[in-house]
T-cell receptor, first 115, second 112 residues
Framework: AQSVTQLDSQVPVFEEAPVELRCNYS??????LFWYVQYPNQGLQLLLK??????LVKGINGFEAEFNKSQTSFHLRKPSVHISDTAEYFC?????????????FGQGTELSVKP | NAGVTQTPKFQVLKTGQSMTLQCAQD?????MSWYRQDPGMGLRLIHY???????DQGEVPNGYNVSRSTTEDFPLRLLSAAPSQTSVYFC???????????FGDGTRLSIL
């Protein structure tokens, strides 16, 4: 069965520093990959998605992620973070051939941006 | 634009009580799903539906029922609430498999 591992449960970082949130998934023939962000007491919002094509995907709020098939990874990056980026980030995977589009989520990474 | 609407936002139940969490979407999406979110465990899929009249189980279906009589609505029923069902519940919808899911704001459920 498909599984997703977010390697860091908490990532503290200073404002304007770069950040990388790591995500690995179990191997599959073909997958769709997503990053969602959750601000306190809110639902999840889509940051970016990879369906096919270019392995470097750009999303909202200056975030980007790179799909690496050989390493089964989809790490999220931002070159310079802001206080407002403080939130929980979830990586999610959907198997291409999986009927119903079931999403499997990672455990989440809490990004804490300090001044 | 309403998007995905969940009601209620908060609920406290006693063990053994039953209740229904409501979810409605106005985007004519075929795919809808229910998740529960617990600390350190991410979101886990409870049940999902690929269209009206079609539902299936996710990772953690025990203790929950769903039905999908219309495209718009996808209620989640707790048959006999247990403290282990204390969680935040999210409903989501999408047009189809390769489209991102739109999430509601969640229902915080506490079972005493």
């Amino acid at each position: 069965a498909q599984s997703v591992t977010q390697l860091d449960s908490q990532v503290p970082v200073f404002e304007e520093a770069p950040v990388e949130l790591r995500c690995n998934y179990s191997s599959s023939v073909s997958v769709y990959l997503f990053w969602y962000v959750q601000y306190p007491n809110q639902g999840l919002q889509l940051l970016l998605k990879y369906l096919s094509g270019s392995t470097l995907v750009k999303g909202i709020n200056g975030f980007e992620a790179e799909f690496n098939k050989s390493q089964t990874s989809f790490h999220l990056r931002k070159p310079s973070v802001h206080i407002s980026d403080t939130a929980e980030y979830f990586c999610a995977v959907s198997d291409f051939y999986n009927q119903g589009g079931k999403l499997i989520f990672g455990q989440g990474t809490e990004l804490s941006v300090k001044p | 634009n309403a998007g995905v609407t969940q009601t209620p936002k908060f609920q406290v139940l006693k063990t053994g009580q039953s209740m229904t969490l409501q979810c409605a979407q106005d985007m004519n999406h075929e795919y809808m799903s229910w998740y529960r979110q617990d600390p350190g465990m991410g979101l886990r899929l409870i049940h999902y539906s690929v269209g009206a009249g079609i539902t299936d189980q996710g990772e953690v279906p025990n203790g929950y029922n769903v039905s999908r009589s219309t495209t718009e609505d996808f209620p989640l029923r707790l048959l006999s609430a247990a403290p282990s069902q204390t969680s935040v519940y999210f409903c989501a919808s999408s047009r189809n498999q390769d489209q991102p899911q739109h999430f509601g704001d969640g229902t915080r459920l506490s079972i005493l």
